[in-house]
T-cell receptor, first 113, second 110 residues
Framework: GAVVSQHPSRVICKSGTSVKIECRSLDFQATTMFWYRQFPKQSLMLMATSNEGSKATYEQGVEKDKFLINHASLTLSTLTVTSAHPEDSSFYIC?????????FGPGTRLTVL | EDQVTQSPEALRLQEGESSSLNCSYTVSGLRGLFWYRQDPGKGPEFLFTLYSAGEEKEKERLKATLTKKESFLHITAPKPEDSATYLCAVQVSNDYKLSFGAGTTVTVRA
């Protein structure tokens, strides 16, 4: 149980384009989903918290107009990186929780050329 | 401000050589302390949650313990497949967010 999927697992795009990443909880209903960013050899940095049906809460320093989050249902949240630039290249990981424990997706490697 | 510090940064072990990883924390009101395992290029895999001082949990060769200031992850007779980065994270009482430590990268040689 407690499986979280992400799609796509890897994406390469040109600078200036937008990229959408999906996060799904497959076998439980997630009241809250989280989006993280991880740079090489560093730990996870929380970007935002999203609750189903309400606006996401962004961490300090994260541009909400750059990273659009939608949590349309109890099993799906999406992160859209708008007008991506090379500095947005990173490993993006989502997590989902129905209780205290966060279960993580496998991550999405974004490369912006 | 909540702080989570993991040590050592890296640990190289011979197969069968038991050792411990440390996670020290400073938070205002601990709700839970979590241990995850992360393999390269993958998302973290949940291992344990500890809620109160004195609590212990075990899974195969791993055992996690908790005091009021720190948690230990003991690896008993490790195998090469235990090689990974082990992450510690804390959750405070009024929030479901996790604050992560930098992790300990464990390498087990056959």
């Amino acid at each position: 149980g407690a499986v979280v999927s992400q799609h796509p697992s890897r994406v390469i795009c040109k600078s200036g384009t937008s990229v959408k990443i999906e996060c799904r909880s497959l076998d439980f209903q997630a009241t809250t989903m989280f989006w993280y960013r991880q740079f090489p050899k560093q730990s996870l940095m929380l970007m935002a918290t999203s609750n189903e049906g309400s606006k996401a809460t962004y961490e300090q320093g994260v541009e909400k107009d750059k990273f659009l989050i939608n949590h349309a249902s109890l099993t799906l949240s999406t992160l859209t990186v708008t007008s991506a630039h090379p500095e947005d290249s990173s490993f993006y990981i989502c997590s989902a929780t129905g209780t205290d424990t966060q279960y993580f997706g496998p991550g999405t490697r974004l490369t912006v050329l | 401000e909540d702080q989570v510090t993991q040590s050592p940064e890296a640990l190289r072990l011979q197969e069968g050589e038991s050792s411990s990883l440390n996670c020290s924390y400073t938070v205002s009101g601990l709700r839970g302390l979590f241990w995850y395992r992360q393999d390269p290029g993958k998302g973290p895999e949940f291992l344990f949650t500890l809620y109160s001082a004195g609590e212990e949990k075990e899974k195969e060769r791993l055992k996690a313990t908790l005091t009021k200031k720190e948690s230990f992850l003991h690896i008993t007779a490790p195998k090469p497949e235990d090689s990974a980065t082990y992450l510690c994270a804390v959750q405070v009482s009024n929030d479901y967010k996790l604050s992560f430590g930098a992790g300990t990268t464990v390498t087990v040689r056959a």
